[in-house]
């Protein structure tokens, strides 16, 4: 067992013990769960993640709940362990749970929460960040200043590429996939291929109703296609975003074949998840194509990066920061203490985890429910009439 670690005590003789694994923006969320009797221990130990030992040390004998995040591996171990400290709720501060056993958790009968509906247009702003900085160059013409290598205007100095009437291709037109669609379109009057199992209706309206207003007003016509293939988004597109979910058939979903076929000044842009990539595939296709330019929030072995990757020019590279707005962190906080809290007070579910509006306004009190719990079916968790 890990020694003791450092925490930081909130309404010390609180009803109920939960358990912070790290500290998260804002305040609300301390306030909803000390104001509802719960004794909150935030742990302040300075590690980027825990490990397994350390998340046992915190939850300890007694614990009735934990906010973990994505980091941290959410297994067997942990989830007997907190059902032994009478523990029953989780919650990632985050929308997607590949570090968390489901499975695990529903056997001990620990509710798992997630924090959807509150990062889709943060994210789809960061990808189309990391569009337009590919596209444009700006993280080498920025290292170029501070190195202090300008000496006058050239006629090729860091010449990119126009946005501006090409084609954005999107893969997983869903809800951050169909805001980036919209940002890129509107934006930069771009026309859209995209593949996704499921027709994008919505987006599809959207793309012809402006096509509509543009010519209207003189403009150029704007397009949408739904392509048959993936293969068929990576061939015709100039600007591709990657916005599947990952499973099985999405690992390594861009690899050396599929790259292949991409166009050799394209730019492929990765604010989904790591391992849909083969990094090592893409390492060596940017030394190939020095035009050819991708722009990357995550990593296939977070916090790493495959060899080579951070020494290509043609790359822009963030720390896994999509989500990564003081409106969205803050709003992710209180979505997972709410799950907590909500597990622990028997409040029924949220009827729709996407439409989580109602517990983000400061100015109420939050509904009486739980807003997402991804195994409430399997634990048999009744649904809010809210």
């Excluded at 997607?96 to 489901?102: A, K, L, R």
């Excluded at 990808?127 to 080498?140: T, Y």
């Excluded at 600007?239 to 394209?266: F, G, Q, R």
């Excluded at 604010?271 to 030394?287: C, F, T, Y």
């Amino acid at each position: 067992m890990a020694k003791p670690i450092s925490i930081q005590i909130w309404n010390p003789r609180g009803k109920y013990r939960v358990v912070s694994t790290k500290p998260m923006p804002g305040s609300r969320w301390i306030r909803l769960l000390t104001d509802h009797d719960c004794r909150l221990e935030i742990c302040t130990e300075k590690k980027t993640i825990l490990s397994v030992d350390d998340i046992l040390a915190l939850i300890g004998d007694k614990c009735d709940g934990v906010i973990g995040q994505l980091t941290e591996d959410w297994g067997e171990t942990l989830f007997s362990a907190l059902s032994r400290a009478g523990g029953s709720a989780f919650s990632n501060m985050a929308v997607g749970f590949n570090n968390v056993d489901v499975k695990a958790a529903t056997k001990y009968g620990v509710a798992v929460g997630n924090t959807p509906g509150v990062l889709t247009e943060t994210t789809a702003e960061l990808a189309a960040a990391l569009s337009l900085a590919a596209a444009r160059r700006v993280v080498e013409a920025d290292m170029f200043m501070r190195a202090g290598l300008y000496d006058g205007w050239l006629p090729h100095l860091f010449v990119g590429n126009l946005l501006k009437g090409q084609t954005v291709g999107v893969i997983g037109a869903g809800r951050i996939g169909s805001a980036y669609a919209r940002m890129m379109i509107e934006g930069f009057k771009m026309n859209l291929i995209y593949y996704d199992l499921y027709q994008a209706t919505r987006l599809e309206k959207f793309v012809t109703d402006y096509g509509q207003f543009l010519q209207s007003i003189g403009e150029q016509l704007v397009t949408w296609k739904r392509a048959a293939t993936m293969h068929d988004v990576l061939r015709e597109a100039d600007v591709i975003s990657l916005h599947p979910i990952l499973d099985k058939t999405t690992h390594h979903l861009i690899n050396k074949d599929s790259l292949s076929i991409m166009k050799k000044e394209a730019i492929l842009v990765n604010a989904s998840r790591g391992p849909v990539i083969d990094e090592a595939a893409l390492v060596e296709h940017l030394k190939a194509n020095p035009m050819f330019r991708v722009g990357l929030d995550v990593f296939e072995e977070e916090p790493f990066m495959k060899p080579g990757l951070a020494e290509q020019k043609n790359t822009v590279i963030v720390p896994h920061i999509a989500s990564a707005s003081k409106w969205t962190r803050e709003g992710m906080a209180t979505l997972a203490a709410l799950n907590v809290l909500g597990k622990i007070k028997g409040y029924p579910l949220w009827s729709d985890p996407n439409r989580v509006a109602p517990f983000l306004d400061e100015n109420s009190q939050p509904p009486t429910a739980c807003p997402s719990i991804v195994n409430g079916k399997q634990l048999g968790l009744t649904t809010s009439k809210l």
